[in-house]
Structure formats: structure tokens, C-alpha cells
């Protein structure tokens, strides 16, 4: 009988846990990966935009739930996956995509400011895989969504929030080791560029400074970063692990 090798994407009978998914790329992933058929939980701050999210995936025909979190919180990352387990027994894939920027010069930069960035970037995403990986069955995923700005200096003033994804990257290796082989969980990082979103939309010169210093010379579309997403967490990727998958149009390779 023949394979489609397309089957390997689908997520159908898994359970999805989603950080940030109350706006920007967070909304794309929840309506990308409900469209392969995994029942998705949505967690994020902002518990209006959350519900909106769920009725739009909802009236899609998805199966969702949503679930207001904090991740710099330990406790809400506990909850969250509490929540979780009572509804659907388990978590197969964890999207750690929860992040916050903060554009100020560095010797402008409040203690407050700067911890805040951390707090959400990098200790959410471990406080959230610690809370996960003891639900999460053999064959299971975790990508953290990281960003080419912890490989290359950013062009704007963002040292909490390049030092916070720099972070995720040597999370993402760490954690690999430790739970690929033992726990039979994958954990790797999805590197986005600069695509148009929440977090960008006020960033002045962007599209020219693409233009410039990019190979394809603009802003990724929501649609290019899923298609990155969905094989990180799927059985596509079943031989990946512990690498980071830098989707920028060419930005960080000139």
C-alpha cells in the first residue's frame, strides 16, 4: 500500500498545548495545528483575546480549550497542564511560544524591564517544560519558540530580549539531552525572522531594512512559519532533536 508522506503532519488524536496564543503567531499556530486535526489548548494572559481565539477554532469545527496563564509563574505553568490532563489525559506536543520584547537602549534599561523579558522568554519556557514533560507519553514534542535575534545582534535595541532567546537556544540543546533518549521527548527550537504580526507591526523601517540585508528581501506571512511549526511537532520530524529551525528568508545567512 502506498505512504503519503504527508500523513506524517497530522496531528489527529493529539493533545496540543499552546503558550501566547492570544495574538500574534500564537493565533496562526492554534489555527494551523487545529487544522490537522489536534485538539489545542490555548493559554496566554489575556483571557478575552483567549476566548475569541477558541469561538474562531471552535466554529472551525476544532476541539479546544483555554486556560488563562502566566508562564513566568511556576504555579500557572502547573495549573495549565493540570487542566489539561483532567480533559484529555495527557500532552503530546508543548508550542512554548508565550514571549514579550522590550525596544530600549541598553543603558536605558530597568531592572524591572529586563527581568520581565526573562522572566516570560526563558524561564516560562523552562518553568512550562518542566511542568509538561512528566505528562507527555514517548513520541511526544516540545518546540520553543526562539529567534534569529539570539543568533545575530539585532538591529534595533533589544538586549533583554536577544539574551532571552540566546537563552531558549541553549534550553532547547540541554533539555534535548536530557529527554530524547530517556523520556523519548523531542525538544527543539523553531527560530522565526521577522514575520508580520502583533509584535511588529509598530517596528518603523522594517520592511526596507529586509529589503536590504534579507535574501528574499521581506517579512515572512503567518502561513511560512506555520508550515516550520507543523513539522517540528509531528511525527515528520520524528529524527530531530536538540536542532534550531531558523526560517528568516535569508536574513541571518548574508
Known sequence: MAVNPLDAFRLEGKVVVVTGASSGLG???????????????LAARRTDKLSDVEDQLREAGGVTLSHRTDVSSPDDCKALVSRTVDEFGRIDVLVNN?????????????????????????????????????????GSSIVNVASVLGLVAPRLPQAAYAASKAGVLGLTRDLAQQWSLRRGVRVN?????????????????????????????????QAEIDSALLFLASPASSYVTGSALVVDGGLTAL
Open 27 to 41: 493565533v496562526g499556530f492554534a489555527r494551523a495545528l487545529s487544522a490537522v486535526g489536534a485538539t489545542v489548548v
Open 189 to 221: 527550537a523553531l527560530l522565526p525572522g521577522f514575520f508580520r504580526s502583533e509584535m511588529t507591526e509598530n517596528a518603523v523601517g522594517l520592511e526596507k531594512m529586509l529589503a536590504d540585508h534579507s535574501m528574499l528581501g521581506r517579512s515572512g506571512t
Open 98 to 138: 508565550a514571549g514579550i520584547a522590550d525596544v530600549v537602549p541598553a543603558s536605558k534599561e530597568t531592572e524591572e524591564g529586563f527581568r520581565k523579558v526573562i522572566d516570560v522568554n526563558l524561564n516560562g519556557s523552562f518553568w512550562m517544560a518542566q511542568a509538561a514533560v512528566g505528562v507527555m507519553p514517548e
